[in-house]
DNA sequence: CGCCGCTATTCTCTCAGGGAATAGTGGCCG
DNA sequence: CGGCCACTATTCCCTGAGAGAATAGCGGCG
């Protein structure tokens, strides 16, 4: 089960609803998640309803094409359920590309190149953070946008923190990496 | 280009090596990265030698089955270098499951399984963070390890400032979800 | 009347992720 | 000395994610 599934699932708990609506209410519920395009809407709810966690509950026409509309099922709240009670394993491997990145540059290219690409990096990430604080504050921010914002700006603050304790530490890595 | 190709590329800057060694070369350089299977480095080296960024650079057969040496070509080094080049986007979208449970919780069940489901994330937050600081001042850690592990915390870190404010907001979240 | 834009869905293609299957070689143990 | 296990090395298969293009009906507008 992936996350965009359980999303869905957790969405029609509203209430049987169409793949077009779902996808406007995942825009409108997480405006700053990943996006979801309309063809994997349509697929996951394909296998959502192959595996029984949502059902077809009728068909309608009203001024437009047909649309079907689906509803989640008791295995479906189950599920949801199950998904809601576990916790997320807490970061069990770094994913990160700036790991693989400043290693890759060492081993490739040497220590100035990774000192060159952490300090691009870190210029980067300090220009995004201003513009999510900017954003954060601006007036009309909803409180789903400021606490998205926030996510985003904790973790541009620990990347920033990385950078700066790894540039300290690009020469003594290269050495261990040769 | 996925991450996997190139950090593939930059460890055949070392030199021709076959499928069964880069992933052990992977493994050793990136321990804590996302694993790669070795069903994945053939398919992607394929992909490479494919559009031209590496090159079969014979086979030979030392007391085994038959392997295949790649090296890196000149598109591949030209690949690389503008992937060193380019700093990752700052976190564009967050694409984090613990908004979207908080989010989700709240729709489909209210405040108190969101403030359950952040309660019970922070408690596992923060016994993996006390993991990742023992296993970074653990004897024999080396200096990549430490950054990983240090990479992992920040974000851990980030993680639960994160938890603890949303925490403080979930009511007034609720209020503005229904 | 023809075209644009919106709703709604379907289709297609490639890649990622994972696991199992195959196959050869060397060493160990009974 | 025969069988079995471990290791090296690769291939194959299947599901699902991701992204976009294609289709199709309907309303409005110039």
Known sequence: MSLAAN???????????????????YDARLPRARPL???????????????????????DREGGPDRTLFDITDAGRA???????????PAPHVSSALLAKVV??????????????LTAQRAAHTARLRELTALKTAPGAS????????????????????????LDRVAELHREVR
Chains 1, 2 share one sequence.
């Open 104 to 117: 890759v540059a060492l081993i490739a290219d040497g220590d100035e190149r990774a000192r060159g690409y």
């Open 7 to 25: 999303v869905l699932l957790g969405l029609l708990t509203t209430g049987p609803q169409h793949g077009y609506e779902l996808k406007r209410a």
């Open 79 to 89: 599920v949801l359920g199950d998904w809601l009670d576990t916790v997320e394993p």
């Open 37 to 59: 395009a309309f063809g994997q809407v349509y697929g996951t709810l394909g296998r959502l309803q192959r595996d029984g966690l949502v059902a077809e509950a009728g068909r």
């Open 143 to 166: 409180l789903g946008d400021v606490i998205a914002a926030d996510l985003a700006i904790v973790h541009l603050d620990a990347d920033l923190r990385w950078l700066r304790t790894t």
